[in-house]
């Protein structure tokens, strides 16, 4: 008979209980938003906790549907800001999209609630921005935690925003092309724990991203150095077996990017990394905005066999252990299997 942990663990890992709805917004609807938006959302009438969620380089948001889809099944409101168009002149620069980020987050925090009523007729369906995270993959995730460090600041007012967010979520996050061609401003300083983002951190690998010629994650400037360098509370969860494009979705993503530019899983199962990783992210965010830590314990304690794709390896450095049996405690590396 299986356990109520490990139920729960399976849980965040099925598509959760709320039908979802994906809606796109741009200056044609809303003249006044900063960038055109994904909205990923439950439909049905509840008050739900929000994530931005930041796109990868030469990326575009709504790739990310099937991701973000699994995510809001399980009752919360993902907002993805397209940053910029697909194939941009390489800019090791990252201050546009650190700027941009800021200016939705202020703007969300006037006008969501409008939107999803008065534009996109999700009537009932009301946002909680008390309870926001940010989320990237990619540089997509090496923006968010700039955001969060509050790098490429300045005293202008349009650096400031109402909001504040409660957690950081970096899917596959790179930092740049190599340690000594970090993105500017840099993130990464090269040592443990050096980094606050005065949140705490959920870090998702992938096992096959720092392979290849040409590594889409090079390895000293992705997941690994990412979560080394986080100050606690930081989590940290590997999909071993799958790589670096492997959560976009299955439909409209060109050939060539989701087959020929990252090493990847050659097994057609997506689906699996997807859910993998969705999961992840849901057990996360119920612990860190809805104060509900059971799923997170049980992925940290039963990884990896209840997990659609293998996560491993899955450690943790939580200033408040997690006890209980199976539970490595603080500094914790479960799921060390072959």
Known sequence: MASPVAISTTAVFKRGRHPVDTKHVDHSQVPGVPKPLMVVTPTDAGVYPVAVFLHGCSMYNSWYQTLLSHVASHGFIAVAPQLGGILPPLDMKDLKDIDATRKVTAWLADNLAHVLTNILHLHGVTPDLSRLALAGHSRGGDTAFAVALGLGSSSSSSDTTPLKFSALIGVDPVAGLSKELQLEPKVLTFEPRSLDPGMPALVVGTGLGPKGLLPCAPAGVSHGEFYDECAPPRYHVVVRDYGHLDMLDDDGVPYVISNCMCK?????????????????????????????????????????????????????????????????????????SG
Do not use: H, W
């Open 264 to 336: 990847r899983n050659t097994n057609t199962t997506k689906d699996l990394a997807r859910r993998a990783i969705g999961g992840a992210m849901v057990a996360f965010l119920r612990a860190k905005l809805e104060d509900d830590d059971e799923d997170l314990r049980a992925v940290l304690q039963n990884s990896p066999g209840l997990s659609p794709a293998v996560l491993d390896p899955v450690e943790y450095d939580d200033d408040e252990a997690m006890d209980g049996p199976g539970c490595a405690g603080n500094n914790g590396v479960a799921g060390a």
